[in-house]
Nanobody, 126 residues
Framework: QVKLVESGGGLVQPGGSLTLSCEAS????????IGWIRQTPGKEREPMSC??????YYADSVQGRFKVSRDRAALTVYLQMNDLKPEDTGLYYC?????????????????????WGQGTQVTVSS
């Protein structure tokens, strides 16, 4: 059974950093790309980043501030978030997406993601 579990969220001041973790089970990280998707109240879910075999993708709003990585042995994907801003506040999910779909540019379309975790809350506030 494919399962993803997020952790690492919390309250941080503007300019601070957080690292989110996404622990996978029931599949190999080589089978899918993994994306990080942010949900903000009143807005649609917005993919922030995605990682696959030799590829990483970032939304313009987080390019240069966020870094996605993965540890195959630990079956874990990380999202290191630096220089956080209040607009980064939201519920962060990780989910799977086929690599073929992701590389076609559809990693930014939330409807293509499956096997969503329960999410971890990130709040950026002074």
């Amino acid at each position: 059974q494919v399962k993803l579990v997020e952790s690492g969220g919390g309250l941080v001041q503007p300019g601070g950093s957080l690292t989110l973790s996404c622990e996978a089970s029931g599949f190999s990280l080589e089978d899918y790309n993994i994306g990080w998707i942010r949900q903000t109240p009143g807005k649609e879910r917005e993919p922030m980043s995605c990682i696959g075999e030799g590829t990483t993708y970032y939304a313009d709003s987080v390019q240069g501030r966020f870094k996605v990585s993965r540890d195959r042995a630990a079956l874990t994907v990380y999202l290191q978030m630096n220089d956080l801003k209040p607009e980064d506040t939201g519920l962060y999910y990780c989910a799977t997406i086929p690599s073929t779909i992701a590389t076609l540019g559809f990693w930014q379309v939330d409807n293509y993601y499956k096997n969503w975790g329960q999410g971890t809350q990130v709040t950026v506030s002074s």
